[in-house]
């Protein structure tokens, strides 16, 4: 196929970047990585990849260099992007769950609330978002880019608060800071470029794409459970067997036992396997999932 023609997709560069690859892989797509090189390999003749930071992935797709991209909800709205968000992906470098951008200041600090920083300096790498926040509450402060090590910036008494990114807390804390306010809920999403979304073709494409990377998320929570039980505990077992819709249970050459198969959350599975042991199921499987769709 045409370069012109290919579907023109961005991985972010940066603390997503593995996380994004592997879950590309489990959705079907593998990406191989180049030493010094901008511009992977995958396994479709119909995409082609390039390699950018997260910060500037919406400003690309917006201007049509980038056809579909992966990145934050709050870098879209940092750069006051119009694009087409075609859906959320909650995952992370650490765990599942969308990150915050949170407001904090030194641990001793008299500040409780936003208000009390008017007349205050704040860094932060999320400049204009933070001035919409402010400005919107007419709250007046100073606004001031941080290249990173922000966490550290109060602690040297280069500002007053700061605005930054966490998943856990635990940073933040480990710096003797307190946060005081969670300013925005973020996570990733497929972004697609406008004109790009008005081609029957390679919207087909992006949807596909999307379809299969929320199918991979979703499996990563959950695993599958196959087990022959006894036919005369299958009603009590129907009780505490969670499933998607309910459990696939097939007949044996034994007309005592049956065949049952679920896809459970993963969390449950330490409480449910000595349960349905105690109710007489035996060749109890657990295996891990790719997708569920």
Known sequence: MSDCKKLKL????????DATIKLFEKSGWKIHLHSRNYFPEINDDEISCSMCRAQEMSIYVEQGTLDVGLTGKDWILENASDVVVVSDLVYSKVSNRPARWVLAVAGDAPYTKPEDLAGKKIATELVSFTKNYFGSRDIPVEVAFSWGATEAK??????DAIVEVTETGTTIRAHGLKIIKDLLSTNTQLIANKKTWEDPLKRAKIEKMSLLLQ???KAERMVGLKMNMPKAKMDEAGRVLPSLTSPTVSSLSNPAWLSVEIVVDEGVVRELIPELKALGAEGIIEYPLNKVI
């Open 154 to 159: 109060v602690v040297e008494g280069l500002c």
């Open 215 to 217: 199918g991979a998320l």
């Open 10 to 17: 961005g991985i972010p560069k940066g603390s997503l970047q």
